[in-house]
C-alpha cells in the first residue's frame, strides 16, 4: 500500500514538472485544468544547400575531361573538368615563330652595333650611325618582351581550360559530358555549398509565429529528430514565407528530397490527463472522475497523444471539464 501511495505521489509530480495544470486532490487524484500547448502545422521541407554555385568554364572548346560526377565532394579550387581550345596551341605556334624571328633580329641588331663600336673607334663611322643602330637593338628587344608578353596571355588562357570547383560542397548536377563542345561561361557542373537545410515554404498567414530559434519537429521515414528555425527570408513568394531548418542528422544523400516537418504556429489550451487514466471498453474510452455521489465514469474524445519530460499524456476533446478531478489508476 505504501508502494502504491509513493507510485501516485511520484506521477503527480511528473504532471507538475511536465507543466500540466492539475493540481492534485488525493494521492490518487488529480483536478484538471487548461493547459497551454504548441500548436503545429504540418508541411514539407526540402533538403537544399545553402549556396548552388555554378562551376564554369572560362574558355569556349571542347570538354578533353571530365573528373567528377553528381553527388561527389569538392573542395574550393579542386579541378573537376578540363576544356580544350586547338585554336590556342596554332596561336603559341605562330607566336614562337615571331619570338625566333624577333630573336634573330635582335642578334643582327647587335652585331651591327658592335661593329660600330670598332669602327667609331677608328674613326670611320659616325656616332648619330652609332646612335641608331642602339635604337634598333631596343627596338628589337622590346619587340621580343611584346611577344613574350603575347605568349604568356595564350599559356594563361590554356591554364584557364582548367575548370575548378569555386566553393567546399557536393556536385548536384553536371549537365555537359566529356567531348562536349562549350562556350566561355557556360555551366560544367553545379556544386551545393555552404551546408545543407531544410527549406521551408510556409503559409504567409504562420508569419507573426514565426521566430528564428524555434524548435522544429521533424518525422518523415523513420526519422524522428528536432531542429531550429535557422533563417527566415524577407521575401514572400507566391503567398508563402521560406525558411531554413538547421538539422543535426540531416540525410543528405539526396537534394530535393522532401522531409515532414512540424513548424510551430501559435498556442492553443487543452485538457490533458495522463493515458494511463483512460479505459477503453468497445472501441468507447472511459475516464474515472470523482463526484458528490462518488466516483462514475465519463465517456470521452481522446485527441492527440503527446509526452511532456516522460509523462504520457492524452489531450480530451469532449466528456471532461475543468475543475472535474480524475481518479489515477
Known amino acids: 500500500m505504501a508502494r502504491t501511495?509513493?507510485?501516485m505521489v511520484a506521477l503527480a509530480a511528473a504532471f507538475a514538472v511536465a507543466g500540466v495544470s492539475a493540481a492534485?486532490?488525493?494521492a490518487g487524484s488529480l483536478n484538471l485544468a487548461p493547459t497551454t500547448i504548441t500548436e503545429f502545422k504540418a508541411v514539407y521541407g526540402r533538403v537544399e544547400a545553402r549556396d548552388?554555385?555554378?562551376?564554369?568554364?572560362?574558355?569556349?572548346?571542347v570538354v578533353v575531361e571530365m573528373l567528377v560526377s553528381e553527388g561527389d565532394p569538392v573542395t574550393a579550387g579542386q579541378k573537376i573538368a578540363k576544356v580544350h581550345d586547338d585554336k590556342i596551341d596554332f596561336q603559341i605556334a605562330a607566336t614562337d615563330a615571331k619570338l625566333r624571328a624577333g630573336?634573330?633580329?635582335?642578334?643582327t641588331a647587335q652585331a651591327e652595333?658592335?661593329?660600330a663600336q670598332k669602327l667609331l673607334e677608328r674613326g670611320v663611322t659616325t656616332v648619330q650611325r652609332l646612335d641608331q643602330l642602339r635604337t634598333e637593338v631596343d627596338v628589337a628587344r622590346n619587340q621580343i618582351a611584346a611577344i613574350e608578353a603575347e605568349r604568356s596571355v595564350l599559356q594563361q588562357q590554356t591554364a584557364e581550360g582548367n575548370v575548378l570547383a569555386p566553393v567546399d560542397g557536393k556536385v548536384i548536377t553536371v549537365p555537359v559530358t566529356r567531348g562536349a563542345v562549350i562556350m566561355a561561361g557556360?555551366?560544367?557542373?553545379?556544386?551545393g555549398g555552404g551546408g545543407f537545410y531544410l527549406r521551408l515554404a510556409i503559409p504567409e498567414r504562420h508569419a507573426s509565429s514565426l521566430k528564428e530559434g524555434a524548435e522544429i519537429q521533424i518525422s518523415s521515414e523513420g526519422l524522428h529528430e528536432s531542429g531550429r528555425l535557422a533563417k527566415i527570408y524577407p521575401q514572400i513568394e507566391n503567398g508563402r514565407i521560406v525558411a531554413d531548418v538547421?538539422?543535426?542528422a540531416l540525410d543528405t544523400d539526396f537534394v530535393d528530397a522532401r522531409v515532414l516537418v512540424e513548424v510551430p504556429v501559435g498556442e492553443r489550451t487543452a485538457l490533458l490527463v495522463p493515458s494511463a487514466a483512460i479505459t477503453t471498453r468497445s472501441g468507447i474510452d472511459f475516464v474515472k472522475v470523482e463526484?458528490?455521489?462518488?466516483?462514475?465514469?465519463?465517456a470521452v474524445v481522446v485527441g492527440k497523444s503527446m509526452t511532456r519530460n516522460g509523462a504520457d499524456l492524452v489531450e480530451i476533446l469532449t466528456g471532461l471539464a475543468p475543475g472535474d478531478t480524475v481518479v489515477l489508476p
Do not use: F, K, N
Open 246 to 248: 538547421e538539422v543535426d
Open 103 to 107: 630573336q634573330s633580329q635582335l642578334e
Open 5 to 7: 501511495l509513493t507510485s
Open 113 to 115: 652595333l658592335d661593329r
Open 52 to 61: 548552388t554555385v555554378p562551376a564554369r568554364a572560362r574558355i569556349g572548346g
Open 291 to 298: 463526484t458528490a455521489a462518488g466516483e462514475v465514469e465519463r
Open 186 to 191: 557556360e555551366s560544367v557542373a553545379t556544386i
Open 24 to 26: 492534485p486532490v488525493s
